[in-house]
C-alpha cells in the first residue's frame, strides 16, 4: 500500500484542521491504519490508529477528546480531524499502515508496514 498525507498547514491555538490520507491498492479496507508526528528534536509518536473495520480505535492520551480518526474504505482514505489544537501538536504527521492483526495498544514504529510521506501541522500560539 502506498500512502500519500495532505491537509496540514498554519494554524492558530485552538483552531482546527482535518488531514487525509489517501492509499493506493485494491486491500486498503483489509488494513489498519494510524497517524503518528513527529516534533522538532523529538522521536515520533503515536496519535491514533484505526481498525479496517473501523469499529476499534486508539488515541494517544494527550489527543483524546480532541482528535478523532476516520476513514472511507470506499474512497481509500483515512482521516484525522483535529480540534481545539495547542502549540504543542506542531509537529509532522504521518499516516501509517499495519499489516499485522490488530492489537489493543498504541502503536510503535516497528508495528509499521509501511509509511506515507509527512505533511506538516504548525500551531501558533
Known amino acids: 500500500v502506498q500512502l500519500q498525507a495532505y491537509g496540514g498547514g498554519l494554524v492558530q491555538a485552538g483552531g482546527s484542521l482535518r488531514l487525509s490520507c489517501a492509499a493506493s491498492?485494491?486491500?486498503?479496507?483489509?488494513?489498519?491504519m494510524g497517524w503518528f508526528r513527529q516534533a522538532p528534536g523529538k522521536e515520533r509518536e503515536f496519535v491514533a490508529a484505526i481498525k479496517w473495520s473501523g469499529t476499534m480505535i486508539l488515541y494517544v492520551d494527550s489527543v483524546k477528546g480532541r482528535f478523532t480518526i476516520s476513514r472511507d474504505n470506499s474512497r481509500n482514505t483515512v482521516y484525522l480531524q483535529m480540534n481545539s489544537l495547542k502549540p504543542e501538536d506542531t509537529a509532522v504527521y504521518y499516516c501509517a499502515v499495519q499489516y499485522t492483526p490488530w492489537r489493543p495498544y498504541n502503536w510503535v514504529e516497528s508495528d509499521v508496514g509501511s509509511w506515507g510521506q509527512g505533511t506538516q501541522v504548525t500551531v501558533s500560539s
Open positions: 491498492g485494491r486491500t486498503f479496507s483489509s488494513y489498519d
